[in-house]
T-cell receptor
Framework: DQQVKQNSPSLSVQEGRISILNCDYTNSMFDYFLWYKKYPAEGPTFLISISSIKDKNEDGRFTVFLNKSAKHLSLHIVPSQPGDSAVYFCAAKDTNAGKSTFGDGTTLTVKP | KAGVTQTPRYLIKTRGQQVTLSCSPISGHRSVSWYQQTPGQGLQFLFEYFSETQRNKGNFPGRFSGRQFSNSRSEMNVSTLELGDSALYLC????????????FGPGTRLTVL
């Protein structure tokens, strides 16, 4: 039973446009969510997070939206740049249990 | 500040052998987590250690084990290797708080022949 799902394995957008990466979860105990970015041959790096008490968190070009009723979160990148091309992982955490559960990742390609 | 380091970076083993992977966390971090990444499977959580104690464990067989030393360095051991154990093994360190992000190492690429 996969508790965190990223249903789009890949996404391709034009430079300067918006990239929207989606993530769905099933466990209502998850109360903290994170996005990580991974380049080839490197480990994932933390991008942005959001607590379940918020519905939006913004950091520069990156904004994460959380819809708790739908158990859905999304990462918006505006404007997208070729350097954003990477695999993006969504992670969800039950802060009482401690461990993070990751999705399978979405490969974003930003075309110049 | 030095990042998370993992050794070795690449490893080739044969079925039935055992392997030990090492992870050195960022200085001051007391939490170390291990993940397995295979194509199409995302990051599967193996276990987490905090202050030398296993704090969380994923759904992996007992062939997968780990430990953490007093300097927070951690090792992961896989015994009786199977072909399906071929994967990228990632180590992540953190301060250990509920809202802290994790910092990942570059991973160890294990190939089982």
């Amino acid at each position: 039973d996969q508790q965190v799902k990223q249903n789009s394995p890949s996404l391709s957008v034009q430079e300067g446009r918006i990239s929207i990466l989606n993530c769905d979860y099933t466990n209502s105990m998850f109360d903290y969510f994170l996005w990580y970015k991974k380049y080839p041959a490197e480990g994932p790096t933390f991008l942005i997070s959001i607590s379940s008490i918020k519905d939006k968190n913004e950091d520069g070009r990156f904004t994460v939206f959380l819809n708790k009723s739908a158990k859905h979160l999304s990462l918006h990148i505006v404007p997208s740049q070729p350097g954003d091309s990477a695999v993006y992982f969504c992670a969800a955490k039950d802060t009482n249990a401690g461990k993070s559960t990751f999705g399978d990742g979405t490969t974003l390609t930003v075309k110049p | 500040k030095a990042g998370v380091t993992q050794t070795p970076r690449y490893l080739i083993k044969t079925r039935g052998q055992q392997v030990t992977l090492s992870c050195s966390p960022i200085s001051g971090h007391r939490s170390v987590s291990w993940y397995q990444q295979t194509p199409g499977q995302g990051l599967q959580f193996l276990f987490e250690y905090f202050s030398e104690t296993q704090r969380n464990k994923g759904n992996f067989p007992g062939r997968f084990s780990g430990r953490q030393f007093s300097n927070s360095r951690s090792e992961m051991n896989v015994s009786t290797l199977e072909l399906g154990d071929s994967a990228l093994y990632l180590c992540a360190s953190g301060r250990g708080g509920e809202l802290n992000e994790q910092f990942f190492g570059p991973g160890t690429r294990l190939t089982v022949l």
